[in-house]
C-alpha cells in the first residue's frame, strides 16, 4: 500500500479552485462551482449592474467616451455654432440643479408647444441678468416630451464680449436678427425671443411684472413672413432673482452696458451677490396664434403687426398675473 | 467654351495647378501664365510670360494670343511677402484695374474668371451667422477685405461696360489640404497654437481639390455670377485646435496682435493685423447658390478636409485619436478592475 503525501496547502488549493468566492451567512467560503470568470456562482452572482465606484460601469464608460471625443475635437456643430453634445450633456446638468432645486420651476401649458417644426416663443424678459432665457430654455429641453432645443435670440452685447459670446453660440443662440431668424425658422427650429429687451431685464423693482414697450414688433414680421406660430410664454419669478433695486449709470457707461445693476446683494456681498435669490418659478405657455392662414404679405401690414403685437402682449401680462397670484409667496 | 486661356498668378499653387488640369484638357487650344515668379509645378504647353500685371503692355500679351478666358488668381493675401501692406495693395488693386482694362479692351475676351475671398464679408460680432452673396459686413472692410471688395467692384463694372463678357467670381473659403501652403496652414502647423482667450471662432474651410474642382469648371463652362465656395460645415477654432492635435495657447486680447506682428516678424506665420478678427469671430457663408449652379457638393466637408490635412502633413499630434482611444480603454479598465478588486476585498 503506498502512501501519498500531499500538501494541506495543495488540497485546499485544488479543491477551491473554481469554487465560488462568496461568503455565506454564517461566514464560511461558499462550496459551490464558480461560473464564468467572475467566480461566483449561480446563487452569488451580483445580479446588479457592475459598479465602479458609485457609479455604474456602463456611466463611466459612456463617460470615458465622451471626455475622448471632446478631447480630439471629434464632434458636430451646426453652421450657427449650436453644440447640441455640449449643451445636452455639459450645460444641461449644471443648469437642472439651479432649475428644479433652487427655483423649483413649474411648467404649465407645455403641450402648446408643438412637438416639432418652426415657432417663435415670445416671453417676458427680467431680473437684470437673462437667466430667464437660459431656465426657460434648458427647462424646455428636460421637460418637453420631443425635447425641444429652443434657439434664443440675443442681443450684440452677449456676443461682443469674451467667454459670453462662443458660450452662447454653443447653446445655440445667435443674434437677434431677421436674418438670422428666417434661417432658423426655415430649417424649423423654435426660437425664443424677449421683444421686452435690454428695457425688461433692466426695469428695476417698481416695474416688476409690467410689461415694457415690446420696441417695433420686428419679432411678428419675422413671425409673419416666415408664416410660424407666435406662442406666448409667461415667466413667474425672474424678477425676483435678481431684484435690481437701483442702476449705477455712471458704472454701466463706464463699461459700455445698457445698465450696471444694484441688487440687495450685489455689489455689497461681492462674489456672493452672484448667487441669485430662491425665487419660485413658474413658466406658463399660453395658446399659440397661429399666422399661416394670413395672407402672405400680411408682414407688410403695419396695423396688423401693431395689434398682434399688443394681442400678444396683452396674453403675457395676462398669464403674468395669474400666476403671481396662484404663486402665493415668492420665496417659499 | 475656353480654347485660349490666361492665368494669373501661376506661379502660385492654385494657378499652377489649373495650368496642370487645362493642359489634360485637348479642348484647351493654348494656355499662358503671367507671374513675377517662375510656375513652381512641371507644366508642358503652357508659355510663361513674366510680366506685372500692373504693366500695360498685359493687353499685348492678351491680344497677341487671342486669348478669350482670363483667370485672374494673384491677389495677394500676406503683406510680407510683397514688402508691407501698401505694396499689397498696390499689387492687388492697381493690378486689377490694369487687367481689367486690358481685359476691356480686348476683344478677344469672352470670359473673366477671379478668385476672390470670403475676406470680403469681414468678420464682425454684429454680422449674420451664416453670409449669403448678397451680404455685407456691418464693419468697415480693412486690409485684404477691402482689397478684395475693391477688386470685386472693377470686375463688376467691368462686366458692365463689357455685356459680352463672363464675369464669374468665386469668393473662396480659407484653403486647407496637403499640399497648399497658407496663412492657415502654417498657423495649424506651429506647435503651439495661439488663440484670444475668451473667444471661439466658427471656421469654414475649402479643400484644396474641391476649391480647384469649382476653379476648373468655373473656366471650363459657363458659370456667370458671384459664388461662395466653402465646404460644409463648421468647426470652432478650439474644436479645430483638438483636430490638430496641438496644444492650444489662450492669449489675452491686448496681446494678441503683438503676439501675431512678433510670429510675422520670426517669419512663422503672417497674419495681416486686419484679419485678426477672423481668429476672434470667424465666419461662415452659405453656399447653396454653389450647389444649385455647379450641381455638385464639395467632397469633403470642413472637419473632413481638415482631417486630410493633418493625416497628409503627418502633423505630431498630442493626442491623436488612435492613441485616445487606448487611454480611454485602458483606464476603463484600470478602473474596472480596481472595482473588481474592491468587490473582492469585500467578499
Not at chain 1, 20 to 38: Q, S, Y
Not at chain 2, 54 to 68: C, F, M, Q, T, Y
Request: charged share 25%; glycine share 8%.
Amino acid at each position: 500500500m503506498t502512501a501519498q503525501v500531499v500538501s494541506l496547502e495543495e488540497a485546499r488549493m485544488r479543491s477551491e479552485a473554481g469554487r465560488c468566492r462568496a461568503i455565506t451567512a454564517n461566514g464560511r467560503r461558499c462550496r459551490n462551482r464558480g461560473l464564468g470568470e467572475a467566480g461566483f456562482c449561480r446563487v452569488h452572482l451580483p445580479t446588479r449592474p457592475e459598479r465602479i465606484g458609485p457609479f455604474q460601469a456602463d456611466t463611466v464608460r459612456s463617460m470615458l467616451e465622451l471626455a475622448r471625443r471632446r478631447a480630439t475635437g471629434d464632434y458636430e456643430v451646426d453652421e450657427f455654432g449650436f453644440d447640441r453634445e455640449f449643451t445636452e450633456r455639459l450645460i444641461a446638468p449644471l443648469v437642472r440643479p439651479l432649475a428644479e432645486r433652487w427655483f423649483r420651476v413649474q411648467w404649465r401649458g407645455l403641450h402648446h408647444v408643438p412637438d416639432e417644426g418652426a415657432g417663435l416663443l415670445v416671453a417676458n424678459h427680467a431680473g437684470s441678468v437673462p437667466l430667464d432665457a437660459v431656465v426657460m430654455k434648458f427647462g424646455m429641453l428636460e421637460h418637453h416630451p420631443a425635447r425641444r432645443h429652443v434657439r434664443l435670440l440675443a442681443a450684440d452685447l452677449a456676443f461682443r464680449m469674451p467667454f459670453s459670446g462662443p458660450l452662447a453660440r454653443k447653446i445655440g443662440s445667435t443674434l437677434a436678427t431677421h436674418q438670422d431668424a428666417y434661417r432658423l425658422l426655415g430649417k424649423g427650429e423654435l426660437l425664443g425671443v424677449f421683444p421686452e429687451g435690454f428695457k425688461g431685464v433692466g426695469k428695476g423693482w417698481k416695474q416688476r411684472y409690467k410689461l415694457q414697450r415690446f420696441g417695433r414688433g420686428g419679432f411678428i414680421e419675422v413671425a409673419l413672413r416666415a408664416r410660424v406660430p407666435l406662442i406666448p410664454v409667461a415667466i413667474v419669478g425672474s424678477e425676483e432673482a435678481y431684484p435690481m433695486i437701483a442702476n449705477a449709470k455712471l458704472l454701466a457707461r463706464l463699461g459700455g452696458f445698457p445698465y450696471f445693476p444694484i441688487t440687495p446683494t450685489f455689489p455689497w456681498l461681492g462674489p456672493l451677490g452672484l448667487i441669485p435669490f430662491p425665487s419660485k418659478w413658474i413658466i406658463e405657455v399660453g395658446d399659440p396664434i397661429p399666422t399661416d392662414h394670413l395672407p402672405k404679405d400680411a408682414w407688410q401690414d403695419a396695423m396688423l403687426v401693431f395689434e398682434m403685437n399688443d394681442r400678444i402682449r396683452d396674453s403675457i401680462q395676462q398669464m403674468l398675473y395669474r400666476n403671481l397670484m396662484s404663486r402665493g409667496s415668492t420665496f417659499f | 467654351m475656353a480654347r485660349r486661356v490666361l492665368i494669373t498668378g501661376i506661379s502660385r499653387y492654385l494657378g499652377g495647378k489649373l495650368a496642370q488640369r487645362l493642359e489634360k484638357d485637348p479642348e484647351v487650344e493654348s494656355i499662358v501664365g503671367v507671374d513675377l515668379d517662375e510656375p513652381e509645378v512641371d507644366l508642358d504647353r503652357t508659355d510663361f510670360v513674366r510680366a506685372d500685371i500692373r504693366n500695360p503692355l498685359i493687353v499685348k500679351v492678351i491680344e497677341s494670343a487671342g486669348v478669350d478666358t482670363v483667370v485672374h488668381l494673384s491677389i495677394v493675401t500676406t503683406p510680407t511677402r510683397v514688402g508691407g501692406r501698401t505694396a499689397m495693395k498696390d499689387l492687388n488693386v492697381i493690378g486689377a484695374m490694369q487687367l481689367f482694362a486690358a481685359c476691356q479692351k480686348a476683344e478677344s475676351v469672352r470670359k473673366l474668371v477671379m478668385k476672390s475671398t470670403t475676406a470680403v464679408y469681414g468678420a464682425d460680432h454684429r454680422d449674420p451667422a451664416v453670409f449669403t452673396e448678397a451680404d455685407q459686413s456691418r464693419s468697415l472692410p480693412v486690409g485684404l477685405s477691402k482689397d478684395a471688395v475693391e477688386i470685386e467692384r472693377y470686375a463688376r463694372d467691368f462686366g458692365r461696360r463689357r455685356p459680352d463678357v463672363d464675369v464669374t467670381i468665386l469668393r473662396f473659403a480659407n484653403f486647407i489640404g496637403p499640399d497648399i501652403e497658407t496663412t492657415l496652414t502654417r498657423y495649424f502647423s506651429l506647435p503651439v497654437i495661439p488663440t484670444a482667450m475668451g473667444f471661439d471662432p466658427r471656421i469654414q474651410l475649402v479643400h484644396e481639390d474641391d476649391a480647384m474642382e469649382i476653379l476648373l469648371r468655373a473656366v471650363l463652362e459657363p458659370h456667370p455670377g458671384i459664388f461662395n465656395v466653402a465646404a460644409d460645415g463648421v468647426v470652432y477654432l478650439s474644436q479645430a485646435v483638438r483636430l490638430v492635435g496641438r496644444p492650444p495657447l489662450p492669449v489675452i486680447l491686448p496681446l494678441v496682435t503683438p503676439l501675431a506682428k512678433a510670429l510675422r516678424r520670426a517669419g512663422r506665420v503672417d497674419f495681416a493685423t486686419d484679419q485678426l478678427r477672423f481668429l476672434l469671430y470667424g465666419r461662415v457663408v452659405d453656399t447653396e447658390r454653389m450647389k444649385r449652379e455647379f450641381g455638385s457638393v464639395p467632397r469633403l466637408t470642413t472637419r473632413q478636409a481638415l482631417e486630410d490635412f493633418v493625416r497628409s502633413r503627418r502633423l505630431r499630434q498630442l493626442i491623436s485619436p488612435e492613441r485616445a482611444e487606448r487611454w480611454e480603454q485602458d483606464v476603463f479598465a484600470f478602473l474596472r478592475r480596481q472595482g473588481r478588486s474592491d468587490v473582492e476585498a469585500r467578499t
